[in-house]
Structure formats: structure tokens, C-alpha cells
T-cell receptor, first 115, second 112 residues
Framework: GAVVSQHPSRVICKSGTSVKIECRSLDFQATTMFWYRQFPKQSLMLMATSNEGSKATYEQGVEKDKFLINHASLTLSTLTVTSAHPEDSSFYIC???????????FGPGTRLTVL | DAKTTQPPSMDCAEGRAANLPCNHSTISGNEYVYWYRQIHSQGPQYIIHGLKNNETNEMASLIITEDRKSSTLILPHATLRDTAVYYCIVRVGRAAGNKLTFGGGTRVLVKP
């Protein structure tokens, strides 16, 4: 299957700082990428849909000014958690949609801990 | 998207076939059935998907009933590494944005 990477895999930051997470499709181009969040013992929750060259579409209840998404190329989307607080601590997972396979492929996730 | 219903957990014996059921009684004609699994602290892994025909790949088989209201994922020879949460998801086609909605999944424990 297609490969999606995320960087960093784990990050610890102080409250009030911003954190950027990168999502890359390594062997295919993706016009659409997705960002999810997963709290302990819960399922994945879709945060936003990232479309190359256009603004992201956020799910209801997700603050677009807090979770900045940029999809500047067909292989890279970034999620920036601005002014992070302890309640933003979570497992953030991206996925990339491969048109040819009509399938989303997921990255390994980024564990964010805000102190 | 159509909702899915899966048993919250099930145990399987190593080396035996694991049959994971999923109900999706409100599925529409253009909605696909996707299966993913998530091993602890990792991103979900794609397994298989189908529309109405049965599908098989190197990981698993997907059996969809004729009325498409339910499906079964079959892991032919379960190994300890198949222990994971398995998600059955019904997705609309490209026009609706290709979004996936994850439910609770089935927590599968493969025992020696």
C-alpha cells in the first residue's frame, strides 16, 4: 500500500507555544489530505479536510484559527496547533487520499503532550 | 454516511480464521464498505474495501451480503500481530469528499 509519513512522531511543548506537524505522501500525490485527533480510549475524530491549493474545510466544533492547516503541495500538508494548551494533548493522525486506489492511507500519528 | 454496528470485542485463536461482522443496514447504493485496523499507538492501516462484490487481497477477504446490509471481514489465519481494533466504515463516493467516519470498532485479541 501507499506510504504516508508524519513528523515529528512525538512532541512535548510548553503551554502557549505553537507546534507544527507535517504529513507527507511518499509515493503518490494527494490533492486531499485529512487530519484526525484521537484521545485515549476513543476513536478517531475528523478535524479537517485539507485540499491542495485551497483553504481547509473544518468539522463542526474545530477552531480553524487554533488548528492552522496548509496544503502547499501535492505531497505535503501541515497542521499547526497554535497557543497549545494541556487540553490539546492528543494523538494527531493524518491521512492522504490516493485517487487511483480510491482509498485513504494513514500516517503513523504524532503524540502531542502540552505541559 | 451510513452508520455501522460492530461487536465491541472478540477473541480469536491463533492460526484460526477470524470472522469480524459489521452491520450497515442503512447503506446506500453508492456507498463503499472499508475496513481498517489500528494497532495500539499507531495510525490506522487500510485492509480492504468493496462495493457489492466479495473482495480478497493478501491481508483478508471481504464478504458483502447480497442486500449489502452487512459484511464480514475474514482474516484467514490469525496471528498474534493481528491483535488490533478493526473498524468497518461506510463511505460515500468522491462527490461527498471521501470522508471517513470512525465508529467504535471491534477490539480483536488473538490468543495463542
Amino acid at each position: 500500500g501507499a506510504v504516508v509519513s508524519q513528523h515529528p512522531s512525538r512532541v512535548i511543548c510548553k503551554s502557549g507555544t505553537s507546534v507544527k506537524i507535517e504529513c507527507r505522501s511518499l509515493d503518490f500525490q494527494a490533492t486531499t489530505m485529512f487530519w484526525y485527533r484521537q484521545f485515549p480510549k476513543q476513536s478517531l475524530m475528523l478535524m479537517a479536510t485539507s485540499n491542495e491549493g485551497s483553504k481547509a474545510t473544518y468539522e463542526q466544533g474545530v477552531e480553524k484559527d487554533k488548528f492552522l492547516i496548509n496544503h502547499a503541495s501535492l505531497t505535503l500538508s501541515t497542521l499547526t496547533v497554535t497557543s497549545a494548551h494541556p487540553e490539546d494533548s492528543s494523538f494527531y493522525i493524518c491521512s492522504a487520499f490516493e485517487d487511483g486506489a480510491d482509498t485513504q492511507y494513514f500516517g503513523p500519528g504524532t503524540r502531542l503532550t502540552v505541559l | 454516511d451510513a452508520k455501522t454496528t460492530q461487536p465491541p470485542s472478540m477473541d480469536c485463536a491463533e492460526g484460526r480464521a477470524a470472522n469480524l461482522p459489521c452491520n450497515h443496514s442503512t447503506i446506500s447504493g453508492n456507498e463503499y464498505v472499508y475496513w481498517y485496523r489500528q494497532i495500539h499507538s499507531q495510525g490506522p492501516q487500510y485492509i480492504i474495501h468493496g462495493l457489492k462484490n466479495n473482495e480478497t487481497n493478501e491481508m483478508a477477504s471481504l464478504i458483502i451480503t447480497e442486500d449489502r446490509k452487512s459484511s464480514t471481514l475474514i482474516l484467514p489465519h490469525a496471528t498474534l500481530r493481528d491483535t488490533a481494533v478493526y473498524y468497518c466504515i461506510v463511505r460515500v463516493g468522491r462527490a461527498a469528499g471521501n470522508k471517513l467516519t470512525f465508529g467504535g470498532g471491534t477490539r480483536v485479541l488473538v490468543k495463542p
